[in-house]
């Protein structure tokens, strides 16, 4: 969908696919690995900034990327009113050259809000703003129905994509919110050495 599409919907606040709280399945990851390095973080098509907030108050330095200026408007107002230190920028994920490299790029069903068509753009964007050897968390969206946006995506294909390019850590079946239950993956993946 255009830039239009979404920015219509965030004028009129017909925000449907915002359910008000970070993903579940990324507040879980976030407990059960203290260890993580508390390194830079990129969240392209961060919305109105959820995920990012999660992010920030677990301590890492984090900064949120999308392409309406509504939303990182809107994700900007509520990180202040949450006493967070978080960084947004306008920036289009598929197109626009990363303003660094990240230790970690984390993605909320960007993957599956994107056209199909786009889905090669989508992993050559993730191999130009992450390092080598940093890693990559993704929620994928696996059972939303034909019509899109979101279109789902499958671990075969996941797979397909990401692995010439990237060593998987990890994928399992998230907490999700009430309507999404056991309908998203989440996959861990660490990209190579090259």
């Given at each position: 969908?255009?830039?239009?599409?979404?920015?219509?919907?965030?004028?009129?606040?017909?925000?449907?696919?915002?359910?008000?709280?970070?993903?579940?399945?990324?507040?879980?990851?976030?407990?059960?690995?203290?260890?993580?390095?508390?390194?830079?973080?990129?969240?392209?098509?961060?919305g109105?900034?959820?995920?990012?907030?999660?992010?920030?108050?677990?301590?890492?330095d984090?900064?949120?990327?999308?392409?309406?200026?509504?939303?990182?408007?809107?994700?900007?107002?509520?990180?202040?009113?949450?006493?967070?230190?978080?960084?947004?920028?306008?920036?289009?994920?598929?197109?626009?050259?990363?303003?660094?490299?990240?230790?970690?790029?984390?993605?909320?069903?960007?993957?599956?809000?994107?056209?199909?068509?786009?889905?090669?753009?989508?992993?050559?964007?993730?191999?130009?703003?992450?390092?080598?050897?940093?890693?990559?968390?993704?929620?994928?969206?696996?059972?939303?129905?034909?019509?899109?946006?979101?279109?789902p995506?499958?671990?075969?294909?996941?797979?397909?994509?990401?692995?010439?390019?990237?060593?998987?850590?990890?994928?399992?079946?998230?907490?999700?919110?009430?309507n999404?239950?056991?309908?998203?993956?989440?996959?861990?993946?660490?990209?190579?050495?090259?």
């Amino acid at each position: 969908m255009s830039r239009d599409f979404w920015e219509q919907h965030y004028l009129a606040r017909n925000l449907t696919w915002d359910k008000g709280e970070a993903s579940p399945g990324l507040v879980d990851f976030l407990a059960a690995h203290p260890e993580l390095h508390r390194g830079t973080v990129a969240v392209p098509g961060c919305g109105t900034g959820h995920d990012v907030r999660a992010w920030a108050a677990a301590g890492f330095d984090v900064t949120g990327f999308d392409f309406v200026p509504e939303a990182i408007l809107l994700a900007t107002e509520a990180t202040r009113a949450a006493g967070l230190t978080a960084s947004f920028r306008l920036a289009n994920f598929l197109t626009d050259d990363p303003p660094q490299k990240y230790d970690l790029l984390f993605e909320h069903t960007l993957f599956c809000a994107i056209q199909p068509h786009e889905r090669n753009a989508y992993v050559g964007s993730v191999l130009r703003w992450l390092r080598p050897g940093g890693t990559y968390l993704a929620v994928n969206y696996f059972d939303c129905g034909p019509e899109g946006p979101p279109w789902p995506t499958t671990r075969e294909e996941q797979l397909e994509r990401f692995a010439p390019h990237f060593d998987l850590l990890a994928d399992w079946v998230p907490r999700s919110y009430p309507n999404r239950t056991g309908r998203e993956r989440m996959f861990w993946w660490r990209r190579k050495a090259i």
